[in-house]
């Protein structure tokens, strides 16, 4: 016995005589769809473009472009982390009142007790660890909402600081701790008007990413996935590409890449990989996203959370670290709000309230998006107060947006 079956109806023409859509509207629906990834690096190049003209040039100098990544780099070291802490659904206050306590713990043993920079630095990562464990614990395990644990934390931390200092500050840093901070790679091989090893570390990028790039395309073709159109996909490698040249003759042009931004390179790798790739980070994410789903996929919440705090703890020890070695000195006054920048940089970034949304370079971008306010605003003269004002009004477009598009694309 046979069934009919309704025959199905065929596919209506395309107005372009069946040649399919053109590269505008492919380029277009592209952006749409990825609008929270792309829109703020479309928002950063337009402020940087902005801040080039009103400066007459100034921005992108390559002894202000250093400056910008060095007054920014503990900043941009945690937003990464608490990027991954708003993913998870959480929130922390007290990373910088824990920067500002490992910063004086750090000046303590290396000023007071003359103990070897390297030791020291071992210890305040451990330190973090252990104040991101403590806090962990009664997040994940107790059960008390991660706001009121990290907000005791942000009073504890800053507490104890102010009697660790004895309300003084502790200086100076021996000078190769001070290097983290304000040091750059050294120079090496034959003379050419440029950094040499700059030069070679942005060569090296420039490989990687087309690599990169076609090595994902394939992957995704492979699952059969939608990807850009060759000539789109194309024009985007080279678009970063372009980028990368452009930024290393700017800082082979100077002093060289900063060490600090090896660290924070390094970070965004791993970090990134980890959330990307590894068991770990699709749990993040899941627990973000719907927590009961994930328990009842057999996600271990307890210790998923535990670990994000530890790693938000580690890298709070380490921005305040950072921070030190850049003031070249241990001071109670350390790490004041920054656990509001490090917030307004995720969001801005592209993070969610409801958390599972977001990425570590969206935290980097979000970070330098607030970075190149403050230093373009500083370069034409504009008071800090108007500054709190414009970054405020910065941070509610970007949550607005955000609210926006999540209804369009509900609608």
Same mark, same amino acid.
């Given at each position: 016995?046979?069934?009919?079956?309704?025959?199905?109806?065929?596919?209506?023409?395309?107005?372009?005589?069946?040649?399919?859509?053109?590269?505008?509207?492919?380029?277009?629906?592209?952006?749409?769809?990825?609008?929270?990834?792309?829109?703020?690096?479309?928002?950063?190049?337009?402020?940087?473009?902005?801040?080039?003209?009103?400066?007459?040039?100034?921005?992108?100098?390559?002894?202000?472009?250093?400056?910008?990544?060095?007054?920014?780099?503990?900043?941009?070291?945690?937003?990464?982390?608490?990027?991954?802490?708003?993913?998870?659904?959480?929130?922390?206050?007290?990373?910088?009142?824990?920067?500002?306590?490992?910063? !004086?713990?750090?000046?303590?043993?290396?000023?007071? $007790?003359?103990? /070897?920079? =390297? +030791?020291?630095?071992?210890?305040? @990562? %451990? #330190?973090?660890?252990?104040?991101?464990?403590?806090?962990?614990?009664?997040?994940?395990?107790?059960?008390?909402?991660?706001?009121?644990?990290?907000?005791?934390?942000?009073?504890?931390?800053?507490?104890?600081?102010?009697?660790?200092?004895?309300?003084?500050?502790?200086?100076?840093?021996?000078?190769?701790?001070?290097?983290?901070?304000?040091?750059?790679?050294?120079?090496?091989?034959?003379?050419?008007?440029?950094?040499?090893?700059?030069?070679?570390?942005?060569?090296?990028?420039?490989?990687?990413?087309?690599?990169?790039?076609?090595?994902?395309?394939?992957?995704?073709?492979?699952?059969?996935?939608?990807?850009?159109?060759?000539?789109?996909?194309?024009?985007?490698?080279?678009?970063?590409?372009?980028?990368?040249? !452009?930024?290393?003759?700017?800082?082979?042009?100077? $002093?060289?890449? /900063?060490? =600090? +931004?090896?660290?924070?390179?390094? @970070? %965004? #790798?791993?970090?990134?990989?980890?959330?990307?790739?590894?068991?770990?980070?699709?749990?993040?994410?899941?627990?973000?996203?719907?927590?009961?789903?994930?328990?009842?996929?057999?996600?271990?919440?307890?210790?998923?959370?535990?670990?994000?705090?530890?790693?938000?703890?580690?890298?709070?020890?380490?921005?305040?670290?950072?921070?030190?070695?850049?003031?070249?000195?241990?001071?109670?006054?350390?790490?004041?709000?920054?656990?509001?920048?490090?917030?307004?940089?995720?969001?801005?970034?592209?993070?969610?309230?409801?958390?599972?949304?977001?990425?570590?370079?969206?935290?980097?971008?979000?970070?330098?998006?607030?970075?190149?306010?403050?230093?373009?605003?500083?370069?034409?003269?504009?008071?800090?107060?108007?500054?709190?004002?414009?970054?405020?009004?910065?941070?509610?477009?970007?949550?607005?947006?955000?609210?926006?598009?999540?209804?369009?694309?509900?609608?």
């Amino acid at each position: 016995m046979t069934t009919a079956t309704e025959p199905s109806p065929s596919p209506a023409p395309s107005p372009d005589g069946g040649r399919g859509p053109s590269a505008g509207a492919l380029l277009l629906h592209t952006v749409r769809g990825n609008m929270r990834q792309y829109g703020m690096i479309i928002a950063l190049a337009l402020i940087v473009v902005l801040f080039q003209i009103w400066t007459d040039g100034t921005l992108l100098l390559p002894n202000n472009v250093s400056n910008i990544v060095q007054q920014n780099s503990y900043i941009l070291i945690l937003a990464m982390g608490m990027m991954i802490v708003i993913i998870a659904g959480h929130i922390d206050l007290s990373v910088g009142s824990l920067a500002a306590f490992v910063g !004086a713990a750090a000046a303590v043993m290396m000023v007071k $007790h003359d103990m /070897p920079w =390297v +030791l020291a630095l071992v210890l305040s @990562l %451990l #330190i973090g660890a252990a104040a991101g464990a403590w806090q962990g614990f009664w997040i994940a395990y107790v059960g008390i909402p991660s706001f009121i644990v990290t907000l005791a934390g942000m009073l504890l931390f800053r507490g104890a600081t102010q009697i660790m200092l004895e309300g003084q500050s502790l200086a100076p840093f021996p000078g190769a701790f001070q290097d983290i901070a304000q040091g750059f790679l050294p120079e090496m091989g034959p003379y050419t008007q440029y950094h040499n090893p700059t030069l070679a570390i942005g060569l090296l990028v420039i490989a990687f990413v087309p690599f990169q790039e076609h090595r994902d395309r394939r992957r995704q073709l492979a699952y059969e996935l939608d990807v850009l159109p060759f000539g789109i996909w194309l024009l985007k490698c080279t678009a970063i590409v372009a980028a990368v040249v !452009a930024f290393t003759l700017t800082l082979a042009s100077y $002093h060289g890449v /900063p060490v =600090v +931004l090896l660290i924070m390179c390094a @970070l %965004l #790798i791993g970090l990134g990989f980890v959330m990307r790739n590894a068991v770990v980070g699709r749990h993040v994410y899941a627990l973000g996203g719907n927590k009961a789903a994930a328990k009842l996929s057999g996600v271990r919440d307890r210790r998923v959370t535990f670990w994000v705090f530890v790693t938000m703890g580690v890298l709070a020890a380490l921005a305040g670290c950072v921070y030190a070695a850049r003031l070249n000195a241990g001071t109670p006054q350390a790490g004041i709000n920054f656990e509001l920048e490090a917030i307004a940089a995720a969001f801005i970034g592209g993070a969610s309230m409801s958390g599972g949304v977001g990425t570590v370079l969206g935290a980097i971008i979000g970070a330098l998006v607030l970075g190149v306010l403050n230093n373009g605003m500083s370069l034409v003269g504009v008071g800090t107060d108007y500054q709190q004002v414009i970054k405020g009004l910065v941070l509610l477009a970007a949550v607005g947006f955000d609210v926006w598009n999540k209804r369009k694309v509900g609608s």
